[in-house]
Structure formats: C-alpha cells, structure tokens
C-alpha cells in the first residue's frame, strides 16, 4: 500500500474525502503514520486533524509523534474552533510551544479562543466569518467573497457590522445572489438576527439552531460585538454528544465510550456506579433485617419482594427519563415544576391504581388470601405513586441545587426506590400483622 | 393583540422569524387560527407550517378548520418534504382531496414522494434541488442559480447531472464563486459524490452526512438517477429523534413525549409496559415461591434478595445501553459480535468479582456468618456475569432477527436478569442449605 512511491500514494490518497483520509489514518500504526508525516504536508495533515473522531488523549501521541514545526504549522492551518479543540487536551507547556512555533497572527487567534469555558458558545465558535459593512455595494460584497471564500468556514451567511464590529444585520449568500449588482447591503440584510452570546451554554446553542435552521450562528460578547461563529456540523456534533450523555446517566455508566476495547477499561468505568449501587443496596439488606420478625413469621412476604421493588423502579426510571427528557429540550422551563410534578403524582397513582388491582386479583387467584392479594395490591399502589413522584423529583432538585444531575441516574433512582417500597411494603405488613396470620 | 387592524398585525406578524411565528400560532385558540387564515396568504401560512413542531394528530385539526383551497394552496408552497410528512398525517381521502385541488404540477411531485417507506431517505427527502449538465460554463451556472435561487430548498450545493439524469458529480456554490467564467463545469467538479439510496434507512443517513460534514445529501435510485436531496436541517431533527428513541427504549416509555399535559395519556403510555413487567415480575414471585421451604428455614435470605436483583438490574442496564450505542454508532458492525460478547463477558467476571469479595466482607462483618457472605458473593458474581452478558446479548438478538429492539428496553432486561440472579441465588442457597442452618 504504502511503499516507496511517494506520488503514487499522494495522488491516491488525496482524492479521497478527508473523512476517509481520517479514517485510513487512525487505523496505521506509528511507522506508518510518521512516513505520513514525510509524504504530506502540514495543510493536508490539517483536513485530516479536522476529521479525526478520537479518544482525547490520542492527540497527545499523534501530536508528540510529529516535528514540533510541523505540527504547529498542521494546528495553524486547521479552522481555529478545531485547532482549539485539539490544544485543550495537551499539556500547557506543549500549547504554549506549538504557539511560540506558529505564526503570531494564528497563535494570537487561537489564544482568545483558549479563554473560553469548555461547553460554552466561546469554545466551539471559529473566527473564519465573513463580515461585511452595511454601505457597500451587492457588488463589492461579492469581491470580499470571493476573495475570502476559501479561509471562511462558512461563506453561506454574511454578517454586517458596525465601525465597532458590533453586530448589526445577517443575509444569506442566496439574498445576495438574487439582488442586483448595486443594491445596498443595508437594503437587503436582516436586521433581526438570532445570535448567541458567548458564555452561552452550547447546549442552548444548538437548540436555537435547530428551531430556526440556521446553517449558522453569530457570537457576540454582551454589548453585541461579533467574535465568531458557530457553524452547525459543530452542532450536529453537540446535540449528538447530550443526548449520548443523558442516555449514559441513565444507564449509570460514566463517560460512555462503546469503542473500550478491552474488558478492564469498560469495568473501569462500570464500576463506581456499581460499588456506590452495592453500599446503597447494603441499606436495602439493613432495612428488611429489621423487619426480620415479620418475616420469620409470614415467609410468603419475601416471594413479592422483587416484584415490589422492580416496579417501583421501573416506574421511577420511566419518571426519571421524561423529567431529564423535559429538562434537556426547555419544555420544563415553560411548564414549571409543580405543574411537573402534580402531572407524576396523577400519573402515578393511575399506573399504581391499574397495577395495585391487578396484582390483588392475581395474588388471590394465586395464594386463596384476600389479605395477602390486599396488602401486595395496596403496597404497589403506595410505591408507584412515591416511586413515579421521586423519579421526577429528583432530577428537578439536582437541577435546582445546579448539581450535575448525574447523580440521577437511572440505577441511583432504582436503588432509592427500591428502599422505599420495602419500607411501605414491610411497614404494612407489620401493622396489618394479624390478618396475615 | 389580533385585533381588527388587519395591516398592523401583518406589519409585526410577518417582520417576525417564521419559527416565531409558528410558536405564536400554536398558542392560540381556534377564533384567532380562524383569523389568522384570513389575514395571511396561503404563501405566508406555508412558512408558519414548514417550522412547526407539534404532534402528529394536531395537523389534521389544524388542515380541517382551514377552507380546503386554502389549506391545498398553502401545501403546494411548502417545500414538498415538508407537506408530504404533514399529508402523511392525514386520512387518505382528505389527501386525495388536496392533490386534485392543488396543481397538476405541485399534486405530482408530492405523489411520487408519498410513495417511499417512513424513515426511508425517500420519505424525508425533497424535489427542489438545484442540477447543472457538465459541459455547461460558471457563468451559466450561475445564471441558473439566480433563477432557481428562491425556489431551491438549498443552493449551495449544486449537483450535476447527465442527459439521463443519473448524478456524475458535485460542487459547492463556493466552487463555483471562486472559478472564472469560463471554466466548465465538468473541469471543477468533484466525482466522488457522497450519495444516499433512496431506500436507506434515515439514520444511516444522517451518519453520513455528519460523518462527511455535509449540508445537503443526494438521493438516487440503484441506478443513480437524482431523486431528490435531503438537507442538514431534517438530519438534525432525526439525530435528535433518534437519541430520544434509544433513551425512550431504555426507560420503558412507548414514544416518549414530554409535551403530554395531563396524567391520563403519561399514563397510557407507561402502563402497557408496566402491566407486561407485573407479569414478568410474577413470574420472579413464583419462582421464589418454589424456594418457600429454603426461605422459612433461612429467612434471613430474603434480606439480600433486593441486593442481589437490584445489582443484576443495573450491571445489565449498562452492559445494554452500551450494545444498544454501538448497534446504533456503527461500531458494531467493525467490531463483531462474538468480540462485543466475549468482552462483556469479561467486564462481567470483573465487575462481578470485585462486587463479590467486596459483599462477602461486608456481610461477614455484620452477620458474622463466613458461609452466608460466601452464599451472598458468590451469587452475586455469577449473577453480575451473566446479567452482563444478558443485558448486552439480548440487543443483539433482537437485531439479527430484525425485531424492533423496543423489546429489550431497560425495564425488561432489568425483570429477566431478576428471574436470573433469584435463581441462581436460591439454587445455590438450597444447595448448600446444610453450610446455612
């Protein structure tokens, strides 16, 4: 494949798209990836940096592998949103190498962007826009872009700005192809633009994208100066990113990563959640020790023990998932949660109504004991309403408190849940003692 | 607000974004919608219904209280994607109904649409793309474009076509900006065109297209004849519909929608799960039941019951969701499924062994009974490896057989794995019964 010749490989490799440039990459090993080094050059590395899906501390070694200078010229040609990216996960000596290598123009633009918070709009926007000022000509318009079109990330939207770079107007490549020549560009921009402010969280970002489908996004600092863009293949990224994220929390798996190849680094990650989900369980165990009378004397209890506490957290864990869900897409703003969690409340005591009958009817068919059908029925109906309440509840505090709601997760919920319906379970059991004897 | 001043209100209504709009709209009752249908254009109402987001039902409320030439016209002017998901909608004569008043023309293109299966490229792709022919020059490119501008949904990618209309090549509209007059098409034109299948499923799709970093995919038939183009806007929508569907099937939640504003449909859509668990759980119940000798000769049993569940139900919650990611991020396919097993397999005897040792100590140290913390450990280390292995296996099953995978959601996997860990618990425990007592 790779051999010797160097213009045979260039010219096959090249033509293909960077994603699959990208792809070919990750999958060599290092002698191979340094021959790339030599075959290529920092430009082309670039489209490929631009394309890599990786695990964060891979950078760190392709990075070390390559010339200092080389790969400082890679992160200089690379659009500033992703070069950024990358910088953020080297050491800060490294960075601060790479940028005295760099041109002092990139390494000066690169620089503002390292400033912002991860997850915010200042750390995914780029600085390759293309802005325009309000009196000039369609036609002179026209010349910027064609002279700019290929460092812009994006040349589809143009922004209009003031002498203080203050952001005041945005049209579409289409709206200037369909004027003529000498049409003003104040005449045909829009001045209400939807932008994001800086400090933004990214996740309000590419909700707002997607409302108003936007290709891109203006960001601007509080008093309206426009510092960049965020274009939306970065937000397909990021609402793909969340949502993968709320789904992890509610498996209880930190960090998700379904590329682990190997059993030791997924148990890595597994097992927190389940030592933590151990301790908790341990409470559960402590609490039917207690009531280990009541058990000695009517045994039968324990054989509803599972369905109990498996209802209760599968409701909880169906609370818990439209809660997070009402949380993550702003319907919860709108609504407000008392609304929220009267809605459960109800919720619960239908489903825990339906389920509490059925089970009674199903365990006195079973066992001939109205009583026992009874209290299972009554404890069901008691922990689906709790359970129901408690899964929305929970995430809606976290929320509140600003706790990361990680701590909400799914298993979590279960385990809390589980608790609760074998103290009711248990509770009644005790008090209604002498009719199930 | 809507009052009789007709002006006015168009004068504000429509300097609003139509996504804006559409939010007003929604909110109101139906004398305003009334209204609204008179005030504004067939034309103006169509980019109101493009943006709105609203349940599937509410469509054909809204199509009925309009007069049906107007409802027809203001079809006609949506992109043709657009109104054949909300002509999906409706009753079939209603449909029928539309197409013969709306024109020849418009009743055409969204026939031929209407035909694809849901979640098809076809079914969410559309007809207003903008073909160029190879040997045509930039400038009269261009001229095409601005004819075409207004009409297409995108503009900026171009796609050229042959005499047969099979799709030879791409170009964005920054190709062409940058190229001089002159230059042929076919001279800039990239061949190796990303290209979707119309029968492809949409998910497949929207991996590509973000992947390749696309705005706008083509869509052709086997034989590569351009049907029509999908752009990034709808591929948003169904990465995010997508997530919320794995994370729905986790949960147990039939078509999870948090905008339900009244408990009684929540809870029509969480029972018909939680009855299907009720009787799974029973299945536990029995199981137990068959041990009742066991339990009232060592009731101290049943305070690890929930323990021993609750960890086989979270362990395979996680081994899930990670199957269920790496079915739908492609992973899977580079990796195998007998890999993805053996690997859970593996993190199963590794969580589970860790999980074991850690029990057994602690229930030594409280019971002060080595053989009940050995009973207890071990059980809990053959339950979390095959829960593991379950949790991960079951997707997997649902996928080769092609059943919707909706049927091994986390609620299920967690009930299965309870009939799993009481089983092994209680057989071990009734075989080393004589160690207990």
Redesign the interface.
């Known amino acids: 494949l790779l051999n010797e010749n160097i213009d045979e490989f260039r010219r096959l490799f090249l ?3 960077p ?1 699959d440039q990208a792809k070919f990459y990750v999958k060599q090993e290092q002698d191979i990836r340094l021959r790339m080094y030599h075959y290529l050059s920092p430009k082309e590395m670039a489209a490929i940096f631009e ?1 890599l899906k990786i695990e964060e501390q891979k950078y760190k070694i392709y990075l070390k592998e390559m010339d200092p200078t080389f790969a400082a010229q890679m992160l200089s040609y690379m659009y500033t949103d992703d070069a950024v990216d990358i910088l953020n996960e080297l050491d800060k000596s490294d960075v601060a190498n790479y940028l005295t290598i760099m041109g002092d123009e990139a390494a000066k633009e690169i620089k503002d962007l390292l400033h912002y918070k991860e997850y915010t709009a200042g750390s995914i926007m780029t600085t390759e826009y293309i802005a325009l000022h309000a009196n000039e000509t369609v036609q002179s318009a ?1 010349q910027i ?2 002279r700019e ?2 460092h812009a990330e994006t ?2 939207y143009l922004y209009v700005i003031d002498e203080d770079k203050r952001l005041v107007g945005v049209l579409s ?2 709206d200037l ?2 004027s003529d020549d000498d049409t003003m560009i104040c005449d045909i921009m829009n001045e ?1 633009v ?1 932008f994001a402010l800086v400090d933004e969280d990214q996740e309000e970002v590419a909700r707002k ?5 936007l ?1 891109a996004i203006p960001v601007v600092d509080s008093a309206k100066h426009l510092l960049g863009i965020i274009t ?2 970065d ?3 990021v ?2 990113e969340e ?2 994220d ?3 929390k ?4 930190t960090d ?1 990563d ?7 680094s ?2 890595k990650k ?2 927190p ?3 933590i ?2 301790f908790l ?2 409470m ?3 609490l ?2 207690r009531f ?1 009378q009541t ?2 004397k009517v ?9 109990i ?3 209760s ?3 909880g ?2 609370a ?3 809660a997070v ?2 949380l993550a ?1 702003g ?2 703003e709108q609504e407000g949660k008392w609304k929220l969690i009267v ?5 619960g ?3 825990g109504t ?2 509490g009958v ?2 009674t009817l ?1 365990v006195y068919l ?1 066992k001939h004991d109205i009583f026992l059908g009874l209290l299972v029925g009554f404890s069901l109906l008691a922990t ?1 309403t709790v359970a129901t309440v408690a899964g929305a509840l929970v995430p809606l505090i976290m929320y509140r408190l600003k706790v990361d709601p990680a701590v909400a997760s ?2 979590f919920i ?2 809390i849940n ?1 608790i609760i319906s ?1 103290f009711i379970y248990f509770g009644l059991a005790t008090i209604f003692m002498n009719y199930l004897l």
Request: proline share 3%.
């Open positions: 033509d293909l798209h994603y394309q026209m872009l064609k079109a290929l040349i589809y490549l289409r192809l369909v209400r939807v994208m997607s409302d108003y489908d290709l939306v293949d937000i397909v990224d609402i793909a949502a993968s709320d789904y992890s509610l498996a209880g798996v998700m379904s590329g682990d190849k190997n059993p030791f997924a148990a597994r097992l959640w389940l030592v989900l151990l369980g341990m559960t165990a402590s039917i020790g280990e058990l000695e045994s039968i209890l324990a054989v509803f023990i599972p369905l506490a498996g209802m957290g599968n409701t864990t169906q818990l998932a439209v869900r009402s897409t319907d919860f809605r459960e409340a109800g919720t005591l239908i489903t339906t389920c059925l089970i199903i079973w689906l799914g298993p279960t385990t589980d074998i």
